[in-house]
């Protein structure tokens, strides 16, 4: 299958840089971590299906956010799911487990949105996280 291609780490001790294809099939955007020396696939991340608006999924390979020593996965997209339409959401999962980091959610008072992962500013060793774009007050 075709998707997009994302630079990765060696996780498996190998030498070799993994690379990452993320693709959304059947509605499920997810991350292949694949070994290119045997093609063979380490690791699949998944999110869940239809929750965002299919032209407005990114994903953003994110330095390492929990402290684990590998690379983490985040997902940027619109919120398409009952009750949330419109608004922006940034899904973080782990590298290594494909566990949930964390979610961060605005309102859907945004317009030409894009998530932007900054130094660590407090200190915690964890990048930060900010959405820049053009925020309509009162929306």
Do not use: C, H
């Not at 590998?70 to 949330?84: A, K, P, S, T, Y």
């Not at 961060?104 to 774009?133: C, H, R, S, Y």
């Amino acid at each position: 299958g075709s998707g997009i291609p994302l630079l990765w780490q060696d996780v498996n001790g190998d030498g070799v840089t993994e690379l990452g294809i993320f693709s959304v099939g059947g509605g499920v955007p997810s991350l292949s971590i694949i070994n290119p020396v045997d093609s063979a696939e380490l690791s699949n991340i998944r999110w869940a299906a239809g929750a965002y608006v299919p032209s407005s999924i990114t994903p953003i390979a994110l330095p390492d956010m929990d402290s684990d020593d590998v690379m983490d996965i985040g997902l940027f997209g619109i919120r398409q799911d009952e009750g949330n339409e419109g608004k922006p959401q940034f899904f973080v999962r782990s590298g290594s487990t494909g566990k949930r980091i964390s979610v961060f959610n605005w309102p859907a008072n945004w317009k030409n949105m894009q998530v932007m992962v900054m130094d660590d500013l407090t200190g915690d060793g964890v990048p930060e996280i900010a959405l820049e774009g053009t925020f309509k007050d009162g929306a």
